[in-house]
């Protein structure tokens, strides 16, 4: 939270202006977007790419300030979809550990976004404070369960995949690199021993 406020995207841009330019924009992808039982569906993710192609094509966006916009419009639902998961008792560690993994560098800008879209739309004070309370929580369990368990370097490289299971370069390479990554952002994998043993799973045991 120290740093809201003083990072610069432009020389006469800040953090805080893009934030806002995104809480403007952040329902854009209503005007495309299928209405049914009164919900606007994926406006969020049309939301997003609607501004990604006027800030890159008429504003000439620079990646970081494009990213920076685009993702939080693209996860102005996010918060409310992972509270609503919470409050069912369905939200998982997966849940969890995947939207940290995405978004650790902006959540906190998403958790501002979200309060101030909560506090805009609803009056509903008991609602309000079980959000409120649910980011605490969210920011507690990136502490204490994602840093300490969650493993984001990958544990094998391209290379040592090839090597250890005598394969070619070929997409499969990158295919299983990736499906290494999500065992690792599950939790499932946290070390080499590990990660050899789910990649053969994959593919059969090392030859």
């Known amino acids: ?3 809201v406020g003083s990072n610069k995207f432009f020389s006469e841009f800040s953090d805080i202006s893009l934030l806002k330019l995104s809480a403007f924009l952040h329902d ?23 501004v990604r192609d006027r800030l890159q094509n008429n504003l ?12 939080i419009i693209k996860n102005h639902l996010t918060i409310f979809r992972l509270y609503y998961l919470f409050k069912s008792k369905d ?34 004070d008991e609602f309000l ?3 409120r309370e649910f980011i605490i929580y969210l ?28 394969l070619s370069p070929s997409k499969k390479i990158g295919y299983l690199k990736e499906k290494l990554i999500e065992a690792q952002i599950e939790g499932s994998v946290r070390n080499k021993e590990q990660a050899v043993e789910y990649l053969s799973s994959l593919i059969g045991e090392p030859k």
């Open 28 to 50: 854009i992808g209503k005007v495309r977007a299928e209405l049914k039982n009164k919900k606007f569906l994926n406006h969020e993710i049309i939301g997003a790419e609607i």
């Open 60 to 71: 000439l966006f620079g990646k970081r300030s494009l990213k920076f916009v685009t993702t």
């Open 139 to 166: 920011q507690t369990y990136y502490l204490d369960v994602y840093q300490k368990e969650v493993v984001e370097e990958p544990l094998l490289s391209g290379n040592e995949i090839m090597d250890i299971f005598k």
């Open 129 to 131: 404070e079980k959000i």
């Open 1 to 3: 939270m120290k740093k």
């Open 91 to 124: 939200l998982s560690n997966k849940d969890l550990n995947f939207f940290w993994y995405k978004n650790k560098d902006i959540a906190v800008y998403i958790f501002i976004h979200t309060l101030s879209d909560a506090y805009g739309t609803s009056e509903d």
